[in-house]
Structure formats: C-alpha cells, structure tokens
C-alpha cells in the first residue's frame, strides 16, 4: 500500500487550502531567491539558468508551472577568462502557480525599483474546484 505523504503532511498544517497554497508559493519563491542569487552569469547562460530554475521549481510538490525571467541589462558578452556577473535580485522575474486543495494561486517575484527591493508577492488567488483537503 502506497504512503499518501500529502495527508501525512497536512496533519501538520492547521490553515486553510488558501493560507497553505500561499505558504507553498512563499517557500518556492524564498528558495529560487536564496539558491541562485549570486550564481555566476553572463549572455551565453542566462537562458539556461532561466530553464533550470523554472524546471526544477515546476517538480515540486503544489507547484502546476513556473517561468523564470532574468534581466539582460546588466550582462555583457565574457571578454575574458574573469568576466562574468553574478546574479543579484533586482534581476529575477518569476511567475508561479501553485495549486492546494480547492485553491489555485499565482505568485511573483519581481524588483520594484519605487521600493528598490524584489518583491514576493500574491497575484492571483482563484477556486480550481476540486474539494477542499
């Protein structure tokens, strides 16, 4: 008999499928920020390491798609053996959906230059009509 982890799980969460959705999208988010800022990068590898984060972000658990943009602005071809720029968070923008019982929920992250932080956030919080857990 398979182990159902989900339901071994929420035995831990005492929320809502909404509250729980959004912890899911927070923890996704905080780990793309906290894993990848600082990674070496430059024009000849910024589209790959946008695939890699948003595919190894997508096989989580809860998480339905995620897309993961990187700003080109401040990245130049390598000239040399030295020349790279190493990945801050002014330059993600990131869209994900993760869904949770009845809940479907997209989040972002992006920098607002008016605040001068990258900001997590909810965009978007829908019922996907499956039954609550």
């Known amino acids: 008999m398979a182990v159902d982890r989900v339901k071994i799980a929420d ?12 912890f899911e999208a927070g923890i996704k988010l905080g ?41 080109r602005d ?13 990945l801050s968070g002014n330059m993600l ?10 809940v479907r929920l997209t989040a972002g992250m992006k920098f607002i230059p008016e605040i001068s932080y990258p900001l997590m956030f909810i965009e978007k919080i829908e019922r996907c009509g499956k039954k609550s857990r």
């Open 11 to 22: 035995h831990f969460f005492d929320c809502s499928d909404t509250e729980r959705a959004a």
């Open 31 to 71: 780990t793309i920020y906290h894993q990848f800022v600082g990674t070496p990068i430059s024009r000849e590898n910024v589209s790959l390491l946008e695939k890699a984060i948003a595919e190894g972000t997508k096989i989580q658990p809860f998480v339905k798609d995620a897309e993961v943009r990187i700003s």
């Open 74 to 86: 401040e990245l130049a071809s390598k000239k040399g053996e030295f020349d790279y720029v190493s």
């Open 93 to 102: 923008n990131v869209r994900l959906v993760v869904e949770y019982g009845s």
